[in-house]
């Protein structure tokens, strides 16, 4: 007898798939369960619950969770819970994610999601009612605005502030973006008619002139107007390191992998031509075959020079990769590796070494002036970057100093707070074979801090300075380059922008986007203080479109 089963594909245990029903039908098994148990007190939970075909525990579930003493609370909650509002629910559910992922948009997409969701007998869905609906959305989104923008701004303390600027094109006219860095505020989203600093310089000045604040440091990149922008404010300038990167890719990547293509295209072509020689018939003369054998080491010859040229110049574009990425792992105040503070010549010293390898690696392949050209301006960005650091590094001093700690809690300060405060604001951006390499210096840090000798207030204390200090450190401006991608689609879907629905998306993306760590929103982060929630305002305030008139089609005077 086989103690073992000869069936590979038996199992102990069937598994038992999970059945999914619809709120409809819930709601309808437990009215049914509750008018059996009304008429027949001597039946059982368990057996009316087999007589309706559903298990006794699913059914104990559900009369926790759509309990009626639970519904009848609210009169909202009674009606989704009996079958009409159920299928209510079912159809407004699944009309509002069919149009959000395969839908219309704009007034049609209204249109669409209105009848499938059959609201449109009950809520005026022709073109002209929703339009005038949405002017009145527009006009209390304005309105919210405006009123907290003033509200909180009196309860704001004065600070400087960081501001991300960029431009937007629209049919050759610019959108003027700018962000600030810390919350994600929009501060300015406007079309005009052109870029210069005189032109940021008004709207920014508009837009800021009923804040307390003061514009301290500028993140952009290397355009001139917006350098000129950042001296008129007398602002630290803060470039992109994105750009200076992307140079160095314009200038190296393009040209160096050709070469590399062709180098393993003449190596492909020199190998299929040496194993088509070595598969020739055998029969052939001595003399044959000994022209034969030289013809076939001079192949191999041609191959192995083919293979060597192919392999430097893989490694030339390798290498030339990885310096290129080095400068963006060497651009933080902090070492990364070791978690300590840089100094100037140190982050210098480390560019240079780089910008050698590229340059080497250029000469060697014999790029065009034009690739040199695009290199230098690399340099240039990145010799920018290094007078950034140094002004930081200054302000670091600066912002010591005001806080006035012992000698110790500065020490503290320098070698803990900073780069743990540094490397948290990073961290969920770092990629995921980073973070496993730098996790154990990341926990050096953590357990420095709470090893530190000072009261638990005190640490509470110097982090929330630290987060403040880490953010000023701005090496990107990616937010507001993505705000700029957000704007675009946007443009793609509805075609054009007046200034009113411009100002609209700005105020939905302040006080209406919520992040998903906190749920905070950019306005309550800028300003430092709670604020009413924008969708609640417009449910208050905003008059629906009513029930639609019913369509009476009279009679042709020239009817028979």
């Not at 909650?77 to 395969?102: D, E």
Request: charged content about 30%; glycine content about 6%; some cysteine.
């Amino acid at each position: 007898m086989l103690s073992v089963s000869q069936n590979t594909d038996q199992k102990a245990t069937s598994k038992r798939y999970k059945i999914h029903r619809v709120h409809p039908e819930v709601a309808r098994k437990i009215i049914a369960f509750d008018t059996i148990s009304e008429a027949n007190h001597d039946k059982s939970a368990r057996e009316i619950s087999k007589l309706i075909n559903i298990p006794n525990s699913t059914m104990q579930t559900w009369q926790k969770k759509f309990s009626v003493e639970e519904s009848m609370k609210d009169e909202i909650s009674l009606f989704f819970a009996s079958p009409s509002g159920a299928c209510v629910l079912h159809r407004v559910v699944l009309a509002i994610m069919y149009n959000n992922k395969c839908g219309l948009s704009g007034i049609p997409g209204v249109q669409q999601c209105l009848r499938n969701a059959g609201l449109s007998k009950y809520v005026a869905s022709s073109t002209g009612a929703l339009q005038e609906f949405w002017q009145r959305c527009e006009d209390c989104i304005l309105n919210f605005g405006r009123e907290w923008e003033q509200k909180l701004a009196r309860g704001m303390e004065h600070r400087k502030i960081t501001v991300l600027l960029d431009e937007m094109f629209r049919k050759r006219m610019p959108c003027l973006v700018a962000i600030e860095a810390i919350s994600n505020y929009i501060l300015l989203e406007k079309f005009t008619e052109d870029r210069k600093a005189e032109t940021w310089k008004r709207e920014l000045d508009n837009a800021t002139k009923e804040m307390p604040v003061t514009i301290g440091q500028v993140g952009s990149d290397l355009c001139g107007a917006l350098r000129s922008l950042a001296n008129s404010y007398n602002a630290t300038h803060s470039p992109d390191l994105f750009h200076g990167q992307y140079e160095i890719s314009k200038a190296t990547g393009g040209a160096l992998s050709s070469q590399e293509r062709a180098a393993e295209k003449a190596l492909n072509e020199a190998e299929e031509n040496l194993k088509q020689m070595i598969s020739r018939p055998i029969r052939i003369s001595i003399e044959q075959k000994k022209q034969q054998k030289e013809t076939q080491e001079e192949a191999k010859k041609e191959r192995d020079l083919l293979k060597a040229e192919y392999e430097v110049k893989k490694a030339r574009r390798e290498k030339t990769q990885e310096a290129k990425r080095k400068l963006g792992k060497i651009y933080h105040p902090i070492d990364l590796d070791t978690g300590k503070l840089q100094t100037v010549e140190s982050v210098e010293k480390k560019f240079a070494e780089q910008f050698e390898i590229i340059g080497k690696n250029a000469e060697q392949a014999g790029l065009s002036q034009s690739c040199y050209d695009r290199i230098e301006k690399a340099e240039r960005a990145f010799s920018l970057m290094i007078k950034f650091l140094k002004q930081f590094l200054l302000v670091l001093a600066g912002i010591l100093l005001d806080m006035q700690l012992t000698p110790e809690q500065e020490r503290f300060f320098k070698e803990v707070v900073f780069p743990l405060s540094y490397f948290n604001r990073i961290w969920k951006n770092l990629p995921k074979k980073e973070k496993e390499r730098l996790h154990q210096t990341l926990e050096s840090l953590q357990q420095k801090l709470k090893d530190g000798a000072f009261t638990e207030e005190c640490k509470e204390a110097l982090m929330r300075r630290g987060k403040e200090v880490a953010g000023m450190f701005q090496r990107s401006t990616s937010s507001v380059e993505g705000r700029n991608g957000g704007l675009s689609l946007l443009m793609h879907r509805f075609h054009r922008f007046s200034e009113k629905t411009l100002k609209v998306l700005s105020i939905v993306h302040n006080f209406g986007a919520k992040r998903k760590g906190d749920g905070s929103t950019a306005a309550e982060r800028f300003f430092g203080s709670k604020h009413e929630e924008l969708f609640d305002y417009l449910v208050e305030k905003v008059r629906i479109p009513g029930k639609p008139q019913a369509q009476v089609r009279r009679k042709s005077r020239w009817a028979a």
